[in-house]
């Protein structure tokens, strides 16, 4: 039996970052971590000298907690940043425009010049009315948490900005149908244009932010976690073959796996536990030859694709244009299926996935079928947190709750924003109120 201070189960950022905040303090930690490497949703595979991000695949400079973390660890040379250049599909064409420029949006043909001074104007009022708000706590954005986003986007900026904007956003970005989705995630995503927010990624691959901070850890891999109880004045953690006893434990895992492993909930943290979760496929084509010239595509991130256009695909992107240096030569293509796909197609075997995904990815990149030198197959049944109507108040009311009684305390995106900042603020979180309590 190995007796610790603090017991952090789950090495993915949230977890990470809570460990390596408690240590920073002079804490006893370890971290125990079913998988065989440490990121969780955040990893990057190396393979045949391509990088691929398997699950998050880019980081914004208004990530502050992160970007911190980077500068601390030295990395920030390879902090860098993506191209700018996006593409949103409309009658079948792809409508390409630079995300901090107005002006092109307007000129790309995405929309009509009323529907662009709508969603302009109304975009720019949402920045006043939002000012202040932190970007990384969800629990922030309570007094916008009241509708879902499609009746709202419907009212607030009219149908074509909710069929080509925020719908393939909340897809592309998040696996969700913005009928099912609060209008507080677009209108905290909007306030990111306020913090003139680039979106950048890691030369290295994004996975190697978790394996960094995991370097200055105990993190125990191959170490699945199959119960957790809270006894006497502490709590037993138990694996197929130990158990471990803890004076706190930080439960960092997705809302469906904690809710199978902790036997002690109370009634606000069942609420919580409950948190459905999105689901996806990634498929990362490596291609022989670079996409041709006249596709004019080689400079564009990424391209969504809204529910009018789509059969599958919510969005894919063009991995040189995010950074040059992991595609090893031609080109690196990376296909996120939406939701609704997600969910069936995550069942299904690689080859048909690769058929259904081809077919559509034809459309856009023509003779892709020809150009694959191999491919890679990333399931992810636990994606993405939902966020409907009355996640906020349910995460204020968690917070709220925690006093030194709680033995157990939950970290991981489905308590805050649903992207990797997001789960950083929650392991901090979490590591203060171990650290404040004790
Ligand atoms: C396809 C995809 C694309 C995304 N794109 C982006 C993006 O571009 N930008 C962005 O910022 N975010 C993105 N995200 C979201 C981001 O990846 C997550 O919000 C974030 O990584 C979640 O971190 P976490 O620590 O909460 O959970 P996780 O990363 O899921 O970590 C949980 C850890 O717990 C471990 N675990 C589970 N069960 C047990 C157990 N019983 N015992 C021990 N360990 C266990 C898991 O193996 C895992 O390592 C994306 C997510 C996906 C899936």
Redo the contacts with the bound molecule.
Sequence with gaps: MGDRKVIV???????LVAAFQLKKKGVDVIV????SK?????ITESSNGYLIDG?????SSAYKILSDLIDELGITPEYVETSRIVGIVRNAKIRKFRYDSPLSLLFSGLLTFSDWLSFCFGSFKLLKKTKGIPINNYAAWKEFDNEAAESWSDRYYGKNITEYFVEPLLEALYFQKPGETSKALPIALNAFVAHKAKTMTLAGGIGKLPELIAKGLDVRLN???DKISVKGDGVSIYTANQEFRAEKVIL???AP?SRK?YTSQSAIEKELLSTEFSS?V?IAFALVNKLPQELNLNDVYGVWIPRRERKIIAAFTIESAKDAGRVASGELIHV?LSGEAGEIMVAQNDESIITDVLEELEQYLPCISENVAFTRVYR?IN??PKSRVGRCEKINDYRKSINNHNKVILA??YLGM??????AETGIWAASSVLSKA
């Design positions: 189960v789950g090495a993915g950022i949230a977890g125990l971590e079913s998988a440490v990121g969780g949703r955040m699950g998050a695949q880019f980081l170490t699945s976690v960092a895992t997705p796996q492993i996806t990634n996120m992810w994606a993405e991981g995106d649903p992207f990797t900042e997001g789960a």
